[in-house]
Nanobody, 125 residues
Framework: QVQLVESGGGSVQAGGSLRLSCAAS????????MAWFRQAPGKEREGVAG???????KYAESVKGRFTISQDNAKNTLYLQMNSLKPEDNAMYYC???????????????????WGQGTQVTVSS
């Protein structure tokens, strides 16, 4: 089991950028598959970006070309660089982890065991 703490959320104007961080403790992330999910009010949680231990990445169509997921094993931290933000990116963003290799289901929430508390992203038009 790993404990996850997100940070980096905030308020930006459309077209701006934010970088989310997810700091892990309790275990090394080198053997984990990890992902970012988001949930807007009244909507279901959706997978945004995922990465596994082989550094295979998967992105939701809505963020391809704008968001980049990365992982720094030395810092035990997962990142989400978000560029060209749009009002539809407004949501609470969560990181998630599971200690196994996932590929095709990287953006499926039910595959993940450990979750952070979330960080809010607000994009104004």
């Amino acid at each position: 089991q790993v404990q996850l703490v997100e940070s980096g959320g905030g308020s930006v104007q459309a077209g701006g950028s934010l970088r989310l961080s997810c700091a892990a403790s309790g275990d090394s992330l080198s053997s984990y598959s990890m992902a970012w999910f988001r949930q807007a009010p009244g909507k279901e949680r959706e997978g945004v970006a995922g990465i596994n231990s082989d550094k295979i990445r998967k992105y939701a169509e809505s963020v391809k070309g704008r968001f980049t997921i990365s992982q720094d094993n030395a810092k035990n931290t997962l990142y989400l660089q978000m560029n060209s933000l749009k009002p539809e990116d407004n949501a609470m963003y969560y990181c998630a982890a599971v200690r196994k290799r996932i590929e095709w289901l990287l953006l499926s929430a039910h595959m993940y065991k450990d979750w952070g508390q979330g960080t809010q992203v607000t994009v104004s038009s």
